[in-house]
């Protein structure tokens, strides 16, 4: 197997690189201090990305996108996931079920998305469904040429950057779910700020509460009813970019504290010198580079059209805990500095602790893979 990068693809991953470097590290510390982005830096982030060909890089070259591969886009995810999600989130790479956009959608929603002139956000976990999806309460009601939609949304990511919902509801007797494109400027639906989080700052979510809100008909993505397999393609693709962060964010904590560990003097020794800290950088790069190659081996497989439920699962659950335990050790490299805020090291210790919860806890990953061992036995 070979495991070496395309010329084109060290050429992308680098361009990612030197944008995290250049257009999103240098504003962390005032989004922190406020917990917001600046419109003005939204407009900018997004004209950069566009202009550096990494917005809607997912997306397929003919339909205007970056035609990225899986794996590079995989590769790109890794880079970004260096910095918060308030900013690495304005390289927008719309909803990979938007593909699924037929007729009018398809200049009304997906194009205006790649194009940067119009963004999606996704509602699907409500206060009693989150886990337990089947739960969901909203329902979408067919009257005539429009649907009625009832219900609440809440944990809905960057709504105050977006233009349309992709929103999920029940449209069925047996909890049959389908997929319907509202547009946020819709009647009968209220945004209401959401909940404060201790993590990702300026990363806002809303709460949507729809009040016999219609949405035409052909607003329908995909078809009716058929609304579970548009979410696990979501879901799929959203477990891949989630471990692919917490790569991006655990390489940088581990680069910080590899650089005090050889710099830092305690005892008349560096204190990389010492074994308490030489083995925790050991452990550190060992989990790393182990959640590296099974993400990376995730996204090849998905390229491969061989990617499996389980595939996704391992990655989220093996990065996301790895990168928490990461961040974890590397304060401990740093001692009480590390808890400082002049260091963004408490920051991603904070950030990376709901990556182990949304888009499936780590509980559900895994039972996703040990069902996916149990199923073929009859278990």
């Not at 659950?317 to 002049?342: K, N, P, R, W, Y």
Request: glycine share 8%; hydrophobic share 45%; aromatic share 6%.
């Amino acid at each position: 197997m070979n495991f070496g990068l395309s010329d084109e693809q060290r050429l992308i991953v680098e361009t990612a690189r030197r944008f995290v470097a250049a257009e999103l590290i240098p504003h962390e510390d005032e989004i922190e201090r406020h917990g917001t982005v600046p419109p003005d830096l939204v407009t900018h982030v997004r004209k950069r990305a566009i202009d550096a060909g990494i917005y809607a890089a997912n997306m397929p070259a003919e339909l205007g996108g970056g035609g990225l591969d899986t794996l590079t886009m995989t590769l790109v995810d890794r880079e970004l996931g260096a910095t918060t999600y308030a900013l690495h989130s304005l390289v927008v790479r719309p909803s990979n079920i938007l593909l699924a956009c037929e007729a009018d959608q398809v200049d009304r929603y997906l194009l205006p998305a790649i194009r940067g002139q119009r963004v999606d956000c996704l509602a699907m976990t409500e206060p009693e469904a989150g886990s337990d999806m089947r739960s969901m309460k909203t329902r979408a009601v067919r009257d005539g040429d429009e649907f009625v939609v009832t219900g609440t949304k809440h944990f809905i990511s960057h709504v105050d950057l977006a233009d349309f919902v992709i929103l999920f509801a029940v449209t069925g007797e047996a909890r049959e779910l389908s997929v319907l494109l509202v547009d946020l400027d819709s009647p009968g639906l209220t945004v209401a700020p959401g909940y404060q989080a201790v993590s990702n700052r300026g990363y806002h979510n809303s709460i949507l509460q729809f009040d016999e809100c219609r949405v035409p008909a052909a607003n329908l993505l995909g078809e009716l009813h058929r609304g579970w397999e548009l979410a696990g393609e979501w879901l799929g693709s959203t477990r891949l970019q989630v471990a692919a962060l917490c790569l991006g964010r655990a390489r940088r904590a581990l680069d910080l504290a590899v650089g005090w560990a050889a710099e830092r003097e305690q005892f008349g020794r560096k204190i990389g010198k010492f074994q308490g800290v030489a083995f925790k950088l050991a452990d550190m790069q060992t989990r790393y580079e182990a959640a590296e190659l099974l993400t990376l081996r995730a996204a090849w497989k998905a390229d491969e059209g061989t990617m499996t439920d389980a595939d996704a699962a391992m990655a989220k659950v093996f990065a996301t805990e790895m990168c928490q335990d990461v961040t974890d050790e590397a304060i401990q490299v740093f001692g009480g500095m590390g808890l400082m805020a002049d260091l963004p090291l408490e920051r991603m210790w904070r950030d990376t602790r709901v990556d182990r919860i949304w888009d499936g806890t780590s509980e559900i990953q895994r039972h996703i893979i040990s069902r996916s061992l149990l199923r073929p036995r009859g278990g």
